[in-house]
C-alpha cells in the first residue's frame, strides 16, 4: 500500500492564446472526450504511478452572477490547469514530469505567462501548484499497479469457476482450490500479486498526528463555538434567507459540448468553477466546511465511499485568488444524471455545506437543508458551473471504484488462510 | 391539493385500456400545417374520466412536431431539453444503450430527421372494430395534410410478453387523491404509491417540487391554472400532460431460448430456470425473491434468489431512500453519514421512488410457443417483440435513468461486463452499456456464469413525445391560428 498525492497547477493564460491552447489540447485527444494515452504532449503511459489527470481551460462562465450581489466582476484572465493524482506525492510526480515530459509541457506551457524558452520547467511549475484546500481518495494506498493486478485476479477466478465451479464442494473447499489456482497462475507467471505491504510508518504517524491534532483543535474551540453559535445562526439564517439564488438555464451549446466528452467510458470527470458569495460571513463558513470536509475524507472516507457515495475516485475542492473563487475536480462512475441523484438522494448535506457558499445556490436551510433537494434548480446551478474539461486521462479505464473494491476485497479474502465456512460463502458472495 | 381534472387528461396515465384488445399506434408527419391542425383538433381524445369507453384515441407530438405546427420558440423552451434534443441524440445514445447495432442510424424510423414522426395516433378497440375505423382516419389524415410514417399494429393483448413471461405485473399505484405529500425528507421505505407529479407534469412529485413545463402568461388562454404557488396566475400548458417514451423494439424469442437450450445442454427445466432467472421471475410472473404484489429484495442482499442483475432487479431496486434495517433516528442519521450497511455493495442503489414510470406498451407479432421457437427461423420469420410506451414527468430522471443505468449499464450495482440479460446492448470494450455476461449462484453458494450472450432485444424505432392534457392540446393545435 502506498499513500496517494496529487498535483494542482494553475497558471494565466497569455491574452488572446487560449483559442490556440485549445486547439493543441484537442490534439491530444482520439477524438473529443477520449484521449491518446501516449500522445506526444503529455504521454500519461509513461507514468505507471498515475491514476488520473486533467487539463482544462478555467474561464469563469458565471462571473456575471455576482452583478445579483450588486458588484462588477473582475476582468478574471483565462486559467490553464493541469490536475494529476498519483501513488506518490504529488511533488515527486511533477519531478518526474518536468523531466520525461518537458518537451510536451514546453509547448504547452508557452501558451501561459512568464513562461518561454529558459524558464526552469520544475520550478516554474512548482510556483504555480495550489494545495487543494480539501481532497478525497476513494481507496486510500490501493495503486494503480495494485488494481490492474486485482483485476485480473477477478477475471482470472472468475474464468476458473465457470470452468472448474461445477464439481460439488463446499464453500470452503472451494476457497481452498480457487487459492491453489491462483497459486499456480502465480508461479507459472500468469498472475502477478504484489504482496501487501502496510503504508509507511511515516504516513501512519501523520495521520495519527493530524486527527488528534485535529481533535484537540475543535475540542478546545468548542467553548468559544458554543458562546458564538445563537449568533452564528442568526446570522445564516438572515443571509440564506436574503442570499440571491441565481436560477437560469445553462445554454444548450454549453450543455451540448459538455455531453460530448461524456459517457465514452464507464468513469467521467467534472470540472466546476464558481465565485464565493463576498463578504467575510460566507467566505468564512466555506473555510470551515472544507476544513471539516477534509479532514472527514481523510480519517473517515478513505476506504470505499465518501458518506454514502462511492462511485468517486477522487474529488478536490481548489480555492483561486486566495479564496474569491473555487473549483471542484472529480472523477466518478456512471452518467452525470446518475452523479446529480447520488448527490441530491444522499449527500445533499455535504453539497449544501460548501456549495452554498457560493454565488446563486439554491436556497438551503441551516447550511445542510434544502438546497441541492430544489432538484431542477440544482441540476441547472451543477451544469451552468461545469467547464468541459479537454483532456481527461484514466489509467482505470472500464473500471468503476466500487469494482475495484470488490476486486480488493477478492483478492484479501483469497489470501486468508483456512476460512470459516460462513466466511468462505460470504467471500464467495462477491462473484455474485 | 386539487384534484386532477380527469376530464383533461389522456386516459393512457390512468390505464391501459386493456379492455380493449387491439391497438394500432400511427405514427404520422405534418406536411402541411394548416389543414392538419384543424384537423387533429376536431378528434375526439379519450380522457380518464371516460371509463368504459368503447374506442380509445390518445395524441401526442413530438419536439420537431410542434415546430412543424408553428409552436414558437418561447413556449418550445418550456419544454424538457431532453424532449427538445430527442432520443436519437449522439451523447444520449452513449447512456441508453442505443448503440453499435442498435444504433439509430440503423432504426427503420426515428433515427434520422427526416423519417421522425411528428404526431402519434394512438387507436384502442375491440379486435374486429379496429380496421375500418384506423382505415378510415389514415385516409382523412392523409386529405388533411398529414403523411403515415409508418403504421404499427399490435397484437391482441394478452397477458405473455414474446419471451413467454406473464408481464405487466407491477405498476407504480397512481397518487390521484393526493395522499402523497413530499417535502424532501429521507424515507427509508419502498412504496407503490408514488406522488402525482412523477408521472403529471403540473403537479408535486417525489421532492414535492412541480417538474419544469411551460407555463403560458396569458389569462385569456383556455389552459389550467397553475397551482404551482411559485408562478400563480400562470396557466399551466404541461398540467395534465405528460411524456410518453416510445421504443420499437423486436425481441428474438428463438435467439432467447435457443441460447438458453444450449446452454442447459437440451435440459429443458435447467433452460427454464435460467431463464426465470436472468428475468428474477418465473414464468407465471411469480417473483423469485419474497411474495406477489409489495414485494422487496431487502431479503436477498446477496441476489440468492434474484439475482442482483436480473431485469426485475434493474429495472426497479425496490428499496428505500436508506439501506434497509436503518430505524430510528440514531440508525438513520448514522446511515446518513455512510454508516448503514455493510457491505461494499450494500448501498449503490437507492431511491427508487425518483425513477419510476407507468407502462402503456403492447406486443406485436405472432406468438411463438416454447417448442417452436427451439426451432431454427424459417426463411420469411415475422418480427415480434414490443412496442414499449412509458409515461414519466422527466425523462431524464425516470425513462431515462432506469434504461440508462440501470438496464443498459454494465457497471450496474457494482457489476461488470455485464448489461441486462434480457434487453442489454452487448457492445464490447470499455463502454458504459458493455457487457455481454450473466452472473447468477446456484445451489446456495456456487456463483456460476453465462457468457457471450447474444443481443436479444434490438431498437427498431423510437422517439420522445409529449402526452398533452386535453385543453393543452386544443391550445398546441392553435399554435398557428395565434401567430
Known amino acids: 500500500m502506498q499513500p496517494q498525492g496529487n498535483f494542482t497547477i494553475v497558471a494565466r493564460i497569455r491574452a488572446g492564446a487560449t483559442d490556440a491552447l485549445r486547439q ?49 466582476p473582475p476582468a478574471d484572465p483565462d486559467l490553464l490547469a493541469f490536475l494529476g493524482d498519483c501513488d506518490r506525492s504529488g511533488a515527486q510526480l511533477l519531478d518526474r514530469l518536468a523531466v520525461e515530459a518537458a518537451p510536451g509541457l514546453r509547448r504547452l506551457f508557452a501558451f501561459c505567462e512568464g513562461f518561454d524558452a529558459d524558464t526552469d520547467l520544475r520550478a516554474w511549475m512548482q510556483a504555480r501548484s495550489l494545495r487543494p484546500a480539501a481532497a478525497y481518495v476513494h481507496y486510500q494506498g490501493r495503486t494503480v499497479v495494485q488494481a490492474a493486478q486485482e483485476a485480473k485476479l477477478r477475471r482470472f477466478l472468475e474464468d476458473w469457476l465457470d470452468a472448474n465451479g461445477g464439481r460439488s464442494r463446499s464453500t470452503t473447499e472451494l476457497h481452498a482450490a480457487m487459492q491453489e489456482a491462483v497459486a499456480g497462475a502465480v508461479a507459472a507467471g500468469r498472475l502477478e500479486l504484489a504482496p501487501l505491504t502496510p503504508m509507511p510508518w511515516s504516513w501512519r504517524l501523520g495521520q495519527t498526528v493530524h486527527f488528534v491534532g485535529g481533535l484537540l483543535v475543535a475540542l478546545l474551540s468548542l467553548p468559544v463555538l458554543l458562546l458564538i453559535a445563537p449568533l452564528f445562526l442568526l446570522f445564516l439564517r438572515h ?50 466546511s472544507l476544513l471539516a470536509v477534509g479532514f472527514a475524507a481523510r480519517h473517515v472516507y478513505g476506504r470505499g465511499r465518501l458518506a454514502r457515495v462511492s462511485t468517486i475516485h477522487f474529488a478536490r475542492w481548489v480555492y483561486l485568488d486566495g479564496g474569491r473563487r473555487l473549483f471542484f475536480a472529480s472523477n466518478y462512475d456512471a452518467s452525470l444524471d446518475s452523479y446529480m441523484e447520488d448527490f441530491i438522494n444522499k449527500v445533499g448535506f455535504g453539497l449544501n455545506l460548501v456549495f452554498s457558499n457560493g454565488i446563486g445556490y439554491p436556497r438551503t436551510r441551516f447550511l445542510v437543508l434544502d438546497g441541492a433537494l430544489h432538484e431542477q434548480q440544482f441540476k441547472r446551478f451543477i451544469r451552468r458551473h461545469q467547464l468541459p474539461t479537454e483532456v481527461y486521462y484514466n489509467a482505470h479505464v472500464g473500471r468503476t471504484a466500487v469494482g475495484m473494491d470488490v476486486a480488493t476485497a477478492i483478492r484479501r479474502g483469497l489470501e486468508v488462510r483456512r476460512p470459516s465456512p460462513a466466511r468462505a460463502a460470504a467471500w464467495l458472495a462477491l462473484f455474485h | 391539493m386539487t384534484r386532477p381534472e380527469q376530464h383533461d387528461v389522456q386516459a393512457l396515465v390512468g390505464h391501459g385500456f386493456s379492455r380493449l384488445k387491439a391497438a394500432t399506434y400511427l405514427l404520422l408527419r405534418i406536411a402541411d400545417a394548416d389543414p392538419a391542425q384543424r384537423w387533429l383538433a376536431t378528434l375526439p381524445l379519450t380522457t380518464v374520466a371516460e371509463a368504459d369507453a368503447r374506442r380509445g384515441l390518445q395524441l401526442a407530438l413530438t419536439a420537431s412536431g410542434l415546430r412543424a405546427l408553428g409552436v414558437g420558440d418561447q413556449l418550445l423552451q418550456g419544454f424538457a431539453a431532453e424532449f427538445l434534443a430527442g432520443m436519437a441524440d449522439p451523447g444520449r445514445s452513449r447512456r441508453l444503450g442505443d448503440v453499435d447495432g442498435n444504433a439509430p442510424q440503423g432504426w427503420s424510423w426515428g433515427g434520422n430527421p427526416d423519417d421522425e414522426p411528428h404526431v402519434l395516433l394512438a387507436l384502442f378497440a375491440r379486435p374486429g372494430d379496429l380496421d375500418d375505423w384506423q382505415r378510415e382516419l389514415t385516409t382523412t389524415a392523409t386529405q388533411r395534410g398529414l403523411q403515415v410514417l409508418t403504421t404499427l399494429a399490435s397484437a391482441e393483448l394478452d397477458d405473455r410478453e414474446p419471451f413467454g413471461f406473464v408481464d405487466g405485473i407491477s405498476q407504480p399505484e397512481l397518487d390521484w387523491d393526493g395522499t402523497v405529500r413530499r417535502t424532501g425528507e429521507l424515507d427509508p421505505a419502498y412504496h407503490q404509491r408514488i406522488a402525482l407529479g412523477e408521472f403529471l407534469l403540473g403537479y408535486p412529485n417525489e421532492y414535492g417540487q412541480y417538474t419544469d413545463r411551460p407555463l403560458v402568461e396569458d389569462p385569456g388562454a383556455d389552459l389550467p391554472d397553475t397551482i404551482d404557488p411559485d408562478h400563480a396566475g400562470a396557466k399551466d400548458l404541461g398540467r395534465n400532460g405528460t411524456y410518453l417514451v416510445f421504443r420499437h423494439l423486436a425481441q428474438d424469442v428463438r435467439g432467447f431460448w435457443r441460447f438458453l437450450d444450449r446452454v442447459a445442454d437440451g435440459d429443458a427445466a435447467r433452460r427454464q430456470h435460467l431463464a426465470e432467472l436472468m428475468v428474477g421471475r418465473r414464468l407465471d410472473g411469480r417473483p423469485l425473491a419474497g411474495l406477489p404484489d409489495d414485494f422487496t429484495f431487502a431479503g436477498d442482499p446477496d441476489g440468492r ?13 425496490r428499496n428505500g431512500d436508506l439501506p434497509p434495517g436503518n430505524d430510528g433516528w440514531l ?11 455493510r457491505q461494499i455493495r450494500g448501498d449503490l442503489v437507492a431511491a427508487s421512488r425518483f425513477h419510476r414510470i407507468l407502462r402503456r406498451g403492447r406486443d406485436y407479432g405472432p406468438q411463438l410457443s416454447l417448442p417452436d421457437a427451439l426451432a431454427p427461423a424459417s426463411a420469411a420469420e415475422p418480427e415480434r417483440g414490443l412496442y414499449f410506451i412509458g409515461l414519466n414527468a422527466s425523462l431524464a430522471r425516470q425513462f431515462e435513468f432506469v434504461q440508462g443505468a440501470w438496464l443498459a449499464s454494465g457497471r450496474f450495482d457494482g457489476r461488470e461486463h455485464e448489461s441486462d440479460p434480457l434487453v442489454g446492448t452487448r457492445d464490447r470494450g470499455d463502454a458504459l452499456t458493455a457487457g455481454a455476461e450473466f452472473r447468477f449462484v446456484d445451489g446456495g453458494t456456487r456463483p456460476q456464469r453465462l457468457r457471450d450472450l447474444p443481443r436479444f432485444v434490438q431498437v427498431r424505432g423510437g422517439a420522445y413525445f409529449f402526452l398533452p392534457g386535453i385543453r393543452a392540446a386544443r391550445h398546441l393545435l392553435r399554435a398557428r391560428a395565434q401567430r
Open chain 1, 24 to 72: 493543441l489540447l484537442a490534439s491530444m485527444n482520439v477524438r473529443p472526450g477520449v484521449v491518446d494515452p501516449a500522445n506526444a504532449i503529455v504521454p500519461f503511459t509513461r507514468f505507471p504511478e498515475l491514476h488520473f489527470a486533467r487539463l482544462v481551460i478555467l474561464v469563469d462562465r458565471t462571473a456575471d452572477d455576482l452583478r445579483a450581489h450588486g458588484r462588477q
Open chain 1, 239 to 288: 443571509r440564506e434567507k436574503t442570499d440571491p439564488v441565481v436560477d437560469l438555464p445553462a445554454a444548450t451549446d454549453h450543455v451540448a459540448a459538455l455531453q460530448t466528452i461524456e459517457d465514452h467510458a464507464c468513469t467521467n470527470q467534472f470540472t466546476a468553477l464558481g465565485t464565493v458569495k463576498p463578504g467575510w460571513f460566507r467566505g468564512l463558513v466555506l473555510r470551515a
Open chain 2, 305 to 317: 434468489l434474484a439475482p442482483l442483475g436480473s431485469h426485475i432487479r434493474r429495472a426497479n431496486p
Open chain 2, 331 to 341: 440508525r438513520r442519521l448514522l446511515a446518513t453519514f455512510g454508516f448503514g450497511h
